[in-house]
């Protein structure tokens, strides 16, 4: 199973990059997990209505219209910049294409023998209690992609899981005193770095002690070791998104 960051659009080059990783490797990827801000816009045109903050490739497009095919399964969950229109169609996830598919917004799923949890988008204060609209026009699709208090208790409840993939990070993975924080981490300013992530995450991460976290959103690459008294510890990824392979890519 490899793993890979925010991909905007860019599906050319990560399956590029996981051939690369096959072929280096002398082993065959079952899987991709992918964190979110996948954009999976069915058309260049919608692509470039509805991406607000980033002029990406429009490459999903190709799958969509048959004159490309996955070469292997693509999973994903939903980060706050997708086709929210498309996705609501499948709220406990489905197939957009053949070997595309879309977890849901939040749960757990079996893939290759590995139970996958996820939670879909990021924490907002001011929708977090609040139900969610229909993706009917730009202010409806923005608070799509952002969770609910429904959806993290569907996620906590969840018994057991090896991998939990979620867009945004957990808080208090990266203290002031991290590393990640001590190089500036690409623009985000140091004073940010206690409130990095949000609590909801954190709280499924300390209810489900996975094997593995698996998160992206914000572009840096970071990775640590959680430590429990009483389970195995838990690897996490911050994953970069999909620029270059050597921070983006995670084979597991």
Known sequence: VAAVGDVHGRFFRVEEWIDALEQSRGERVAAVLCVGDV???????????????????AEFAAYARGERAMRREFVFVGGNNEDFEDLERFP????????????????????????????????????????????SNAENSKQAGYFRQADVDIVRAVSAAEVLLLHEWPRGIAG?????????????????????????????????????????????PYAT??????????????LDQAAKPDAAVLWM
């Open 225 to 238: 070791t959680l430590w429990w008294t009483d389970s195995p510890p838990t690897g996490v990824a911050c």
């Open 39 to 57: 954009e999976t816009f069915a058309t260049p045109d919608d692509h470039r209505r509805k991406a607000t903050k980033r002029n990406m490739p």
């Open 176 to 220: 002031r005193d991290s590393a990640v924080a001590q190089a500036g981490a690409r623009g985000i300013r140091q004073r940010h770095w206690p409130q990095v992530g949000n609590p909801y995450a954190a709280a499924v991460v300390s209810a489900l002690r996975p094997r593995w976290v698996l998160c992206g959103h914000l572009h840096v």
């Open 92 to 135: 406990n996830g489905g197939e957009l294409v053949s070997g595309v598919r879309y977890l849901g917004r939040a749960g757990v799923k079996t893939f290759h023998g590995l139970r996958v949890a996820y939670l879909s988008g990021i924490y907002a204060p001011t929708r977090f209690d609040r139900p969610r609209l229909p993706a």
